[in-house]
Every structure is written in structure tokens, then in C-alpha cells.
């Protein structure tokens, strides 16, 4: 039987991993900058209007996940680190979308 | 604190797991131990559990007959009130604490918890939250808004004394214990197993613990923002619940249940745990299905945050949301009836001993399932809507929760007792305290249904003689009395225990997990050595080999290099707590004990923090993650975070446009200079990258800079949003004038409050660092400062598209 075989024993790794170089947070740095910019930009641009709170939501986005994945190295992490944040942010976006549902002030579905 | 007295230290802390344990009041107050802290809240837990118990006999003494006076409306308001919050805060959650500290280290093949003394700092801010509570006793101002707290009943306006206050208060400080206590847990569990005890090989209750530490650390947020709305509401005269003013009364009900439902499954996932202990062990069969069983308790907890609002079918949310959370709960109870057949599988064919744990845990099974069926009932609104408030709802909550939770808890009592104390209890006598509790609390719940049925509503103090209830109220009561009975059986069984019965083997029930495989009571360092994994019921492959009898090769304990390393005791914990308890105190009466409470918590903080920090055995904390503990806890911690402010933010874009007088968002929001401010916290991150780079590369002079800089830069952010604070006061926008300031106000408020602390946190590593203690295996620390900072700074990223970009 498979099951009374010896389990392999637990890896104990170390916690060192890789961390991006100087260059690339300076990089990252000039996008957050940038894209703050745009974002005050677009504001401004009547043409926009439209699209301005998805465009500004997307961009939102975009520095947020350069935030975790460069400065706080979720791209160099492990998966269960990255699932535990990820997972957590889930729930959180999704109920406070609910929250919104719910209490009528963005309706994801009719009441 | 000097390298000599580090080193001393870690020599302590070898000699300790050798030698006896230390005795007296200050080793308790001071023990960092998960086995007594396990200790010390089943003892707490106990007591609250007899006060909560007091206060329900009293309730049902005043129901018993109709037209009764043995107590005052206002009375029986404070004891319902009273009962349910502490039934569920300081006696069930307690009671679960206990067994996850003494139990989950042993079951996984560990020493200890991830950080001890932050196990000890979660129990002693509990006691602080749950004396605080039951002071309300003595001033005579106990709470007496119900459990749920629902506003407008809770607002200044129509609980104008400190009761309120009083709940208020102790709910968020334990709920703060139950945060620090679940990432201590997670990380734990995650990171400490025994070498080959994989996920999959766990035991049923320490994935459950697992389970329920990652409700806690996500439905806490929520009640815990709905808190804070409510104290400024009553403190700060805010409008989150001011209807007038824009508010939402519904707002509390979403916030409170959020966490509430979750909460259900937080007090019986650690239940359906030890059940799956038990029963195995006592049919001597493997648990039937385990792998399935682990799955279902992992859709339990997560369906759990997506039926809350099935708690408020009668507020009116609509046709479309009441179908939508019918369908979640209906959904639930699959992976709940999952257990309950694969229970009954488990124990088909087996060769059953009825021990006392086995009754309690099979009387579980029974009674669970009653009011897991009445619960299916209330998914259907239609059905709800007849039921809601009534005592049917009584009788339900109490099948889960007596009949499901309390019988679980009993039965883990009468299972790990001789673990815990090395001491066996009467079974005879237990199993007298089952038939008592099982009559009891039968006769006492389920005439409960017919009389919610009948119509008899909830939280009422009396009734009249003309509504025909007379009769099963007073079985009721009588039942109650039983139940009561019940517990004092299993009190007297203890203390003749502890004083006069047999020791207890090591594996006095030919057990199936590695709490079994060291002595009862375990020595304080658990096990000699670390105890081999063969596979799911270790333990007993070991002893008994597989179902045909053959045992596996043995494993060699792993090398540990170090020695055993126990950690020293610690009295920072309960200093803090202290600080905590004097805050609470003082925000009831003066704000000098507020400032006196919060300089003593963040002086015992501090402290806490630099204790050791020379100390060579904190330095590599890796297991089986390839994550440093700390780093894990943070990241854990983090996630409860992002609940935190997701619900603020969620609020604050509910509330988007109530306002109902000015100033309005767009006549005062000034976008140029809060861009300024966003420039300058994004490019404090930039900073606190190269800082943590430099320490690692050894580069002082650069750690301190890019460090400073952190500081500066983040001062500077706080200085933007003082001068925004102060512009906007002058131009009439305050947290009283409208809904957009109570909103604005709070949520930039709290960001405002966790870029402070960062800053304090960033000043303390560089004040290190100038002192040359900061050495590159000290990076983890900076790094995990730099976790804290960026995740400031992407709330910030957030926080400035929506309340200040979108239009």
C-alpha cells in the first residue's frame, strides 16, 4: 500500500529569493509617476468623459499591481504567499462590490 | 538590550526545555507557552461560560410562567444582551482558543505556536476586552442592545448611557486579540508541521482551526469598520447611521452580518474538527472520505462570506438579492451534509466505544442536524419571514450552537483532558452530565419551535397568561435547568480529577494523531524529538501499521542543529494588554487615561518588538514555507487589511452623493495638491526599496539615507493631508457636517493613522540602524516595515481614484 509509505520529508528552504535591481524600482517608479500623471491628466480631457471612470480604474490598477509585484515582490514570492493576498483581496472586492449592490449605489443587477 | 544578555537569554531558553516547568503566579502571567496559554483561556473561558450561563438561567427563570416579575424589562434587556456576547466572545470562541493552543502545536509535530508571544499578547488582550465588558456590571451601565448591536438602537439618541459604549469597545479590542491570534495560527499551521506532514495529512481539526483563523482574519474587518462608524456616530456625532443626514440603518445590519454569518461557522468549524477526532478513534476506523471532508470545511468557510444577508431577508433588500442569498444558503448546507453522512460512514462497521467524548460527539451529529434543518428553513425568505424574530430562531441557533458547538467543545474536553492533565475523568459520571445535557437541552430548545410557531416573538420579558405559551415556556426552563446541571456534573467530574484520579497514559484511547505519541501532560517542549510522519493517522500506522497490518519503515527524527530552543517568558504582553484595558477605560471616562493607555501600548510595543532583537535564535525563522514567518504573518495580516479598508472604501462610495447638505465633494476637493501628495507617498516607496536594499547589501550609510528619506517623505504626506484637513475645517466641511465628511474624514483619517505608525515603525529601524544595529540578517525586519509601507501605499492609490479622480 502506497499509504504507509514514508512521507518525503518537508523541504526547509531558505527565505532569501530574488529581488529586483535598483534599475528596475527606479523603472517602476517613473511608470508610477507617469501614469499618476495621466491619470490627473485625463480628467481634464472632456473627449474622456465617457470612459473616464473605467480608463481611470484601469490605470489605478495597473500601479497598484506594480506596487505588490515589484516593491513588494509578490512576483518573487511564494504561491501560497501570493494566494493568501490575492484570495484575501478577492473577498474584499467582492464584497464591498456587494456592499454597493445591496445598498443600491452601483446596481450589478436590478432590485 | 546588550549581545550578553541575548546570548544569556538563548542559554535560558535551552536549559528551560529540560528542566521542569517554573511554578507561581508570574510564571503564568508571564508564560509564552501554548500549553498554558491554552490553560489560560479554557480556565477564563469557563468562567465567562458560568456567568453566560447564570445570565440564560435568569432568562428562562423569568419566562417560566406568564406575567412573571423576577426581573425588569431593562434587566432583561442587559441579560439577553449580555448572554449572547458572552456565549459567543468570551466563552464558545475561548473555549476553541484553548484547544487550538494546547492542541494544533502537538498535532502538527511542533514546539510551539509560529509567535509565542504573540500568543500571549491575543490571550491577555482577550481578558482585557472580556473584565472590560463585564465591568459594565459594576458601574451599572451593562450593554443592552442585543448581541447584533442594531442601529438605530444603539445610537446616542435611544441608548444615551455608557452601555453601548461598554459592548462597543470590548468587541473591537477582541476582535483585535482574534486578529493577532488567527495570523499566529495561520502561520503556524502553514509553516510549522512536522517534516512530511503535508496538507493533505493534517488532522481533520487542524485544518478546521485553519479554516476558521482565515474567517476570523476576514470577517472581523467588517463588524470591526461598522464599530468605528458607530463609535464616531456616538462619540464624535458622525452620520453613518443618521438617516436624516444620508445615513443607512441598513449599512450596520450588511457590516454586522458580514462578519456575523462567518462567525457562525468560526464557533462550529472547530466543533465538526474534533467530531472528526473522535469519531475515528473511537470506531477505530479511519475517517470516511477525509480528503472530502477537508474540501467541504474549505467551501464551508468559503460560502460562508457570500449568505449574510440571508440574516435580513425581513429589511426589504428585493426580490433579486433575497433569490441570490436564498441560493448561497441552500448551496451551503451541501458541503455541511457532506460531514454529517461521511460522520455516519466512519462510524458504519466500526467497532464502536462509548466513551463520553464518543456520545457527545455523536449527540452532536443528532443535534446539529435539527438545526441545520431548520436553517435550510430559513433560506426560503418566504418561510424566513414568518419565522424572523420569532422564538423558532431561538430554538434554531441554539440546535447549532448548544447542540452543535458546545456538544463538539464537550466532547474535546472529555477527549483531551488526560492530554492536558495527565489525569483521567469518571466516565460514568461523564456520561451521566451527557444523558442530563442531552435531555436538557432538548426538553429546553425544542418546544422552542412550536413557540415560535405559535407566534411568541423574541427578546420579549413577559407575556400574558391569554397566549396559551405558559405551558412550553415553562418546560423550557426546566430544560434550561437541566442543561445547567449538566455542566455541573462536568465541573465536579474535573475537580475530582485533578485531585484524586489515576494518571492518565500517554495514549490513554490507542489515539491516531501525534498528540498521543509524547507523555500526558506533554513536557514543554512537547517532544524529544520531532515526531515522524508516515501519513494521515500517523500515529497510528506507526503503532498499528496499514490495514494489513504492516508498519512502515521508521523515519530518523530530523537533526536539529540548535538543540531544543523554547522561547523565554515575556512580560511585554500583558503589558500592553494593561495599556489596552486603560485606553478602554479611559475613553469612557477621561482622555488623559486615553493618551496614558495608548503611550503605555506603544512603549510595551516597542519594547515587545527589540526584546529580541540580538536574540541568535529568532534570527532564521523558515519552515516549511520557503517564507520567513514573519514575513507570512505580515502578509496575512495584510490580507485582513485589505478587508478592513475595502469596507471603509465600500462605504464611503455607498455613501457617494447622500449628503444632503454641502459642501459637496466637487466644490471643495482640491486634485493638484492631493497629486502632489500621491507623487510623494509613491516615491516613498521608491525609497524604502533602496533601503531595504542597502541593509541588505550591508551598505550602512545608504540604509540610513534612503531610511530618513522614508521618514521625510512620509511626514511630508502627512503634512499634505494636515494642510487638506485644516483647509477643509475653514471652508465648513467637518466630520459633523455631512455624510461626504463623516465618510471622507474617517477613511483618510485611518490612512492618515496607518502612514503615522508607519512612519514611527520606519524612524525606530533607522534610529537601529544610526546605533549599528542593523545588520544584513536583519533585513527581514526592514523588509517586513517596507511590506507595512507599500501596502499604505496602495490603499493610497485607491483611495485617491475614487473619492478624489472619479467623478
Known sequence: MATTSPAPPGTHATSAHEHPSTGTYVKVAVILCVVTALEFAVIYIRALSPIVVPLLLVLSAGKFALVVLFYMHLRYESRAVSAIFAGSLTIAIGIAVALLTLTGAFLVFGR | MSATRDAALFREAHVAAHAPSATGVWSWITTVDHKRIGILYGVSAVVF???????????????????????????????????????????????????????????IGARDVAFPRLNALSYWIFLAGGLFLNS?????????????????????????????????????????????????????ILDMRAPGMTLMRMPLFVWMTLVVQFLIVLAFPAVTVGLIFLMFDRFFGTHFYDVAAGGDLILWQHLFWIFGHPEVYILILPAFGIVSEVLPTFARKPLFGAPVMIYSGVLIGFFGFGVWAHHMFAAGMGPVADAAFSISTMLIAIPTGVKIFNWLATLWGGSIRFTTAF????GLIAMFTIGGLSGIMHSSPPVDLQQTDSYFVVAHLHYVLIGGTLSGLLAGTFYWWPKMTGRLLDERL????????????????????????LGMPRRIYTYGADTGWGLWNFVSTVGALGIALSILLVLVNAVRSLRAAPNAPGDPWDGRTLEWRTTSPPPPHDFDTIPPVYGRDTFWREKRGDRYGRKPTPIPPPVEPHGIHLPAPSHWPVVVAVGVLIAAVGALSHVLLVIVGGVIVLAGA????????????????????????????????????????????????????????????????????????????????????????????????????????????????????????????HEGLTLQQNVFGSTFFVLTGFHGGHVTLGVFWLF????????????????????????????????????????????
Not at chain 2, 456520545?359 to 455523536?362: G, I, L, N, Y
Open chain 2, 49 to 107: 461560560l458560568l456567568i453566560g450561563g447564570i445570565e440564560a438561567v435568569l432568562i428562562r427563570l423569568q419566562l417560566a410562567v406568564p406575567n412573571n416579575a423576577l426581573v425588569s424589562a431593562s434587566t432583561y434587556n442587559a441579560l439577553f444582551t449580555m448572554h449572547g456576547t458572552t456565549m459567543i466572545f468570551l466563552a464558545v470562541m475561548p473555549l476553541n482558543s484553548a484547544l487550538f493552543n494546547y492542541m494544533v502545536p502537538l498535532m
Open chain 2, 136 to 188: 459594565s456590571f459594576l458601574v451599572g451601565a451593562p450593554p443592552d442592545g442585543g448581541w447584533f448591536g442594531y442601529t438605530s438602537l444603539t445610537l446616542r439618541q435611544f441608548s444615551p448611557g455608557l452601555n453601548i459604549d461598554f459592548w462597543m469597545l470590548s468587541l473591537q479590542i477582541l476582535g483585535a486579540s482574534s486578529v493577532l491570534a488567527s495570523v499566529n495560527f495561520i502561520v503556524t
Open chain 2, 359 to 362: 456520545h457527545f460527539a455523536a
Open chain 2, 430 to 453: 461523564g456520561r451521566l452530565a451527557f444523558w442530563t445535557f442531552a435531555l436538557g437541552f432538548n426538553l429546553a430548545f425544542f418546544p422552542q419551535h412550536y413557540l415560535g410557531a
Open chain 2, 606 to 729: 516597542v519594547a515587545f518588538a527589540l526584546e529580541h532583537h540580538r536574540n541568535p535564535a529568532h534570527e532564521h525563522q523558515v519552515g516549511e514555507l520557503p517564507v520567513d514567518r514573519r514575513k507570512s504573518a505580515m502578509w496575512v495580516f495584510l490580507g485582513s487589511e485589505c478587508m478592513f479598508f475595502g469596507t471603509i472604501i465600500g462605504t464611503y462610495l455607498a455613501y457617494r452623493g447622500r449628503s444632503v447638505v454641502g459642501p459637496y465633494p466637487h466644490e471643495i476637493l482640491n486634485i493638484p495638491v492631493t497629486t502632489l501628495s500621491t507623487f510623494d507617498l509613491l516615491m516613498s516607496s521608491l525609497l524604502m526599496v533602496l533601503a531595504l536594499a542597502a541593509v541588505q547589501r550591508g551598505d550602512h550609510r545608504q540604509a540610513r539615507l534612503w531610511l530618513l528619506g522614508t521618514v521625510v517623505f512620509g511626514l511630508v504626506f502627512l503634512g499634505f493631508q494636515a494642510f487638506e484637513f485644516t483647509t477643509f475645517v
Open chain 2, 764 to 807: 525606530i529601524l533607522w534610529v537601529l540602524e544610526m546605533r549599528g544595529r542593523l545588520a544584513p540578517k536583519d533585513a527581514i525586519k526592514v523588509e517586513i516595515a517596507g511590506l507595512y509601507w507599500h501596502f499604505v501605499d496602495i490603499v493610497w492609490i485607491v483611495i485617491f481614484t475614487v473619492v478624489y479622480l472619479i467623478p
